[in-house]
């Protein structure tokens, strides 16, 4: 089966240190959260972790934000310009993991180097890293020390405002990682796109699509 | 107490001590003088003319009916008044209205005691202006103003006859705050302060003594002796500055003591607590407007509070900041040990918490004391509160109820889409095949 370079290994170390700390994030952020009703680590080791690993998660980012920046890759987030297209290539993707997969229909989307991403995926993934994830860092790096950046808390509305953002982005993460992995499992067979993102290859499926 | 006008200066002190004395006192003063002779050996460090004053006014029994029936002692014992810092003055200076024309007995009649010290407390005045300003800006100065008999002056607390230096204050009775402020006096006396011999002043001041609701006088006293609090708390405490502009330090160091959650109205532009207009008290009228017949403000109604608020000023806006404190004074004063105190973040950060349970808006009264209105707990953990009491958010203890239910949402949604999609997948897959399978061919 043919394979092409789709994950460098920038994107490659950048996913799963980002993988393994959100899931880390979700954890400790329940605990902090529910404490009393999950009690899986004390309240403050919950905090310290949450604390440390967000930092580590932010430092990370800059991983994929500067490799994407000082690439020619940075293609892969918006292949197609134009909006309509885009739009349309995302209805029929839409369509596909909807009706057409149910049906045995192949996956309307085809792997490349410059377009790895479905229409859906590319969209997504650029609201998720361009807008939810830096929202998620900044209204974290407040919440961290609440007294050194009360002024800009004080603009913001106040700590509950900046926390309830906070927990909003927290609870889209908290449904999109399981809707994420199992998207995962939906290439040519259910491990394909994973040890894609560990290889680095995508193998591409010469037949039909990868929905069955 | 004998009245002189006198002429001759007494360590600095300027007064005038008429030389005049009419026969009649004297020989009277002599035969005084012979029958308490004991009484004058101890008061030799006085002077003369003040040991003769002391020859009437020593005599046990010694008062006077005044014209509301209240009973003035005139009794003052002169060894007592020979260690006070006031013996070098002497008697005249404080009683120049005196003098043997009218005395004795006092020709002019006086209306009680608490009139009696309220006409001597100018008299402290004239030499102790600066103490006396700090009183005015005291709780004391602004209950008097407001017409409370019981509030204090100089002479209830500085025993006239007994003013001693500052360094002969007995801790250990309290005295003279224990007087009006016995139960947390006796709290404070087994706490940890207490028991290291500290004064009630070396945290509240002495003459400008403020409520301690208002400001940050309180919390600076503690900082000011534990000056590494904060650093050591640091160590341990996630997000410590926070916690001490939020968490007064009794709500943590006094541990068995009941918190509460009072929401302060803060005005953002002049950067302080909104206060009560003078002589135009509006903060309870309009809870009691906003809050459904004085049954506490719930989420909706304090929303509608704060509005009031906003309206007025062109450029004011006016906010809640919540501070987490123990409900009564005598809790403030239970503090003990570091080692005892509330080290477990569950106290706090858990849905049902006991400090989030009593909630009170407060603003700053005429007086300088908190004006406080119940507020239901509810407002702490409403979606309509984001807003309005975005200043004050404890994580776990005042979450709010939606975002719990939008959070099992997203998780069930997480996992069941997947699961619900996988088995129609699995449902169709033979059909799926066939399809599949004519494409291919």
Redesign the interface.
Known sequence: MPRIYVHPLPVRIWHWINALGFVAMIITGFQIRYIGLIDLMSFRTAVVLHDWIGFVLIGNFFIWLLFYLFSDKIRVYHPELSPMKHFRASFRQAMYYGYGIFKGEPNPHHVSVYEKFNSMQSMSYQVIMLLLVPLQFWTGVLLWDVKRFSGMIEVLGGVRVVDTAHVLIFIFFSGFIFIHVYLATLGHTRMAHIKAMITGYEEIEEEHGAGK | MAICRSKLGVTGTKFHAGLIMSARLASAMILVAVASLSTHAADSALSQLDQQCLACHSAKGLEMKLANGDVLSLQVQGAVFTKTVHNKIGCAVCHAATSFENHPPVKRKIAGSREYSLEMNRVCQSCHAPIFKLYESSIHAALFREGNSYAPVCTDCHSPHAVMAKASYDAASGAPCSKCHDPIFNAYAGSVHGKTGLNCSNCHRAHDVTPATAGDQLKNACLGCHQGALDSHRI?L?????H??AVSCPACHSPTAKRKVDLRLYD?VAQERVAEREGVPQFETRARLAGAKGAGLDAMALRSLLRGFNIEGTDNRT?LRGRLEVTTGVEAHQLTRSAQAIRD??KC????ADPFQSVTVSIVGSDGRSVRYGAKPEVLNSIV???S?????A??G???KL?DW??A???L???G??LG??T??WL?RR???????K??S
């Open positions: 341990w996630p997000n410590a500055g926070r001490f502009d953002n906010t973040c569950a950060h858990q849905q049902g509160s984001v807003d009491v975005g200043g004050f958010y994580i776990g005042t979450r709010i975002l939008l959070l949402l997203a998780v949604g997480g996992i889409v997947p999609h996988m129609v997948r169709f059909y799926a095949k066939k399809i599949s399978g494409e291919d």
